[in-house]
């Protein structure tokens, strides 16, 4: 039996790649091809756009497959959504929908767009918006360049940013937001019901999240006095308590921890002040609590 799962292709398609590696999943793929081959022979890939995941597994063409919050929505998919991934292709923060203007565009609400029109990609999700307001406007698909439409164009766009830089470099101001969307690890109803594949998905969902947790964490091991560990243990912080083990010395003890990669370089120092010795660090794939 084999689990068919979509994965995005473009943008994110790097950084997915490399989030499933770190879990335990090598994808190969050729250069002019969209399929996807696996070390784990139970699992078999495709890379389409996001834009058109969710409808695929709603229909059950995939088992299962990664995409936006934001895509689930505007496809009005009922799909089981197994997992959030807090991961981009250029920050770990949430991608964010926004209405945005002109700079010297007299917008200032979302009242102001009464009769306006907007382009977007996101078309169902900006009239739900506009609904939810009691605004009647009409919104275009855009089929991309959307940052440039306005105010030539049309009077608003609803566009996508992690940053905010395009905005600005486009010279556009943000009305309002309308959603902060995350990647989802997301299944089909039918194939969510099979023993099987449910397992499958759930244990993919595991080590994809193990994979998350270990981003920008190391871990880091020594060696000291039995006599200075409560001062070795002072200067650490641990996600619970460190793992301290006795050496073949009686004297000495072995410590170990998971710390954030950022904090290693103030924490050395003092460890050695504290009396630790034989320090190492090493790189992590995966954190399961």
């Known amino acids: 039996m084999k689990l068919k799962i979509a994965l995005p292709k473009g943008s994110l398609q790097e950084a997915t790649l490399a989030l499933f590696g770190k879990a335990g999943y090598q994808f190969s793929i050729s250069s002019r091809s969209y399929y996807l081959s696996c070390d784990d022979e139970e699992l078999d890939g495709m890379l389409i756009r996001a834009q058109e995941i969710a409808r695929y597994v709603e229909d059950g063409v995939f088992d299962a497959g990664l995409t936006g919050k934001d895509w689930i929505l505007e496809n ?27 700079e010297s ?4 609400s979302v009242k102001d767009l009464e009769g306006k029109r907007i382009a977007t990609e996101v078309v169902n999700l900006t ?31 609803v566009d996508i940013t992690e940053t905010g830089s395009s ?34 998905i ?39 308590n460190p793992t301290i083990s006795q050496l073949s010395d009686p004297n000495w003890v072995a410590v170990e921890t998971i710390l954030h990669e950022k904090e290693v370089r103030h924490i050395i120092p003092l460890l050695r002040q504290a009396g630790a010795r034989d320090l190492f660090e090493y790189p992590l794939n995966k954190v399961i609590p």
């Open 127 to 157: 009239q739900d918006y506009l609904k939810s307001h009691g605004v009647s406007a009409h919104v275009e698909f855009s089929w991309g360049a959307t940052e440039v439409k306005t105010p030539d164009l049309v009077d608003a766009i």
């Open 202 to 240: 759930d244990n993919l969902a595991l080590l994809l999240k193990g994979a998350l947790e270990a981003e920008g964490r190391v871990g880091l091991k020594l060696n000291c006095p039995s006599a200075r560990l409560e001062e070795v243990i002072k200067v650490l912080p641990a996600m619970k």
């Open 167 to 200: 905005l600005r470099a486009n010279k556009l101001r943000v009305v309002a937001e309308l959603l902060s969307t995350t990647p989802r690890l997301i299944a089909s109803q039918k194939s969510y019901q099979d023993p099987w594949k449910r397992q499958k």
């Open 105 to 108: 565009s007299p917008i200032r």
């Open 76 to 102: 009005r998919a009922e799909v089981v959504e197994v997992l959030d991934l807090c991961y981009s292709k250029q920050t770990a923060r949430p991608a964010r929908w926004v209405l945005a203007v002109s």
